[in-house]
């Protein structure tokens, strides 16, 4: 264990696992994030659980399956979360964010910290914000890091939990232009951004993808930039070795793959001002629920690990790693056992938005009110199968994952046997997680057309 171990935990928003250079992409710079990657326990297959943003946090913070019963809401005050139980035991806790939500409209997720900034700029205040960005450092993921440094600079003596989350490289994509011009030398400017549906349906084109993705990446870059910036500055405070540093995000994002720009389907998109939307039958597909997770761990040697682990499992580990006791309430459960060789890990993760019937209003993605069209899939991932299920009356999609990345294939008719016991899985799953009655009973029997 690493009693009196410092943490740091890094998040940033919508960040594709696809697009890191530690998971074999060799044409996105992410050298920062990478030279992380080669000194910590690397996740393969790591997997979100509750979507999205503020679903996700609430997982991150109490290490449960929180969208059985949670959504995107205020966290509940008689939650146990980690800030507050590291504040209990000794830790200078503090967080700082641009993303927005966390922290507007009470929703408290700065509960448990001692401290918590809000760095301003990324959501409905964009507009008056933004005006002031003149040079790189005024730009939010920036801002952010910067922030989050100069509070270390003041209490690196101490025992501390910095918990540091930017909503980049989260849309409108419009970082300097010249991160852009790494992968679009001819930059224009141009700034597109997702439709939220089908994108030839509303009238977007392949090129238009490729100016948003390039600025998409473009973002990933001075992520991952500002992301070096506070590496540096733990070294020169000689904290490497006396912290354990996480990187993470929530989910990723759809840019053409299954024909989808965005990470639901969302009508009218965007909402006027006290509109009530839609929310559509959304698959959740690997280019969402598959995400990156690398945790530096002083004195354990690096490697990667390719046993599947769920987003929540993070929260105890991190109590496990400093010798705190993990609360009985936690669901989720500890990596240790599995980093030290101990544990094979998951046989099954599952991914899903906050459970909720047909004709319900919900908050999503932007905190907006939408009403729901259809039973939202729920996903569940095995060693090579993934599972998009919904209810008994709709058709469920199988996809054997080795030999089908992309997840083209639909092989349920070949293969029931396999989402049968899937889907079984998935009920034995939602009971012991105590679930609703009311959310397993339209989940019972699966079908195939």
């Known amino acids: 264990m690493n009693e009196g171990m410092n943490i740091l935990l890094l998040v ?146 101490e025992k501390f939990f910095l918990y540091v989350d930017t909503w ?19 930059y224009d400017g141009r700034i597109v951004g997702p ?101 530096h761990i002083p004195g354990y040697k690096p490697k990667r690990l390719d046993s599947l682990v769920s987003l929540p499992d993070l929260m105890p580990t991190l109590l496990d790693l400093v010798g705190v006791d993990i609360p009985k309430e936690v669901q989720a459960r500890s990596m240790v056992p599995l980093i030290e060789g101990e544990d094979d890990g998951r046989d099954f993760t599952v991914t899903s938005f906050p459970l909720k019937e047909p004709g319900s209003i919900t908050r999503i993605v932007t905190g907006a009110q939408r009403k729901v069209m259809q039973y939202l899939p729920i996903t569940v991932t095995s060693e090579d199968w993934a599972l998009i299920y919904s209810t008994g009356d709709e058709p469920a999609e199988l996809y054997r994952l080795p030999s089908d990345p992309n997840q083209e294939r639909n092989v349920i008719d070949d293969h029931f046997d396999v989402a049968v016991d899937l889907h079984r899985k998935l009920l034995g799953f939602l009971s012991e997680a105590n679930t609703d009655p009311r959310h397993i009973e339209p989940r019972r029997k699966i079908s195939k057309n």
């Open 195 to 295: 439709c939220y549906w089908l994108y030839k349906e509303r009238g977007l084109s392949d090129e238009d993808l490729r100016v948003a993705h390039n600025c998409y990446c473009g973002e990933i870059t001075m992520v991952d930039k500002w992301i070096g910036y506070m590496l540096d500055q733990l070294d020169a405070l000689n904290l490497m070795e006396k912290t354990i540093i996480v990187f993470t995000t929530d989910h990723g994002f759809y840019f053409g793959e299954h024909g989808q720009f965005g990470k639901a389907m969302l009508t009218p998109w965007p909402l006027k001002p006290g509109q009530t939307g839609e929310v559509h039958r959304s698959p959740l597909y690997e280019e969402i629920s598959h995400i990156p997770l690398f945790v």
């Open 12 to 157: 940033s928003d919508t960040f594709r696992r696809d697009h890191l250079g530690c998971y074999g992409n060799r044409e996105i710079k992410t050298p920062r994030l990478d030279w992380l990657a080669s000194r910590s326990i690397v996740f393969n297959r790591c997997y979100t659980c509750s979507f999205p943003t503020v679903p996700c946090r609430a997982d991150l913070f109490t290490g449960r399956w929180t969208f059985t019963y949670h959504g995107w809401q205020p966290l509940p005050l008689e939650e146990k979360v980690l800030a507050q139980i590291l504040s209990e035991n000794g830790y200078n806790t503090m967080g700082v964010a641009d993303t927005p939500f966390l922290v507007k409209d009470g929703f408290h997720y700065d509960r448990g910290f001692k401290d918590f900034i809000w760095v301003r700029g990324q959501g409905p205040e964009r507009r008056d914000i933004n005006y002031e960005r003149r040079y790189e450092c005024d730009y939010c993921a920036p801002s952010t890091m910067i922030t989050a440094a100069k509070w270390l600079q003041r209490h690196y003596k």
């Open 168 to 186: 980049d490289p989260h849309e409108p994509w419009d970082p300097p232009a010249w991160f852009v011009e790494y992968y679009d030398p001819g």
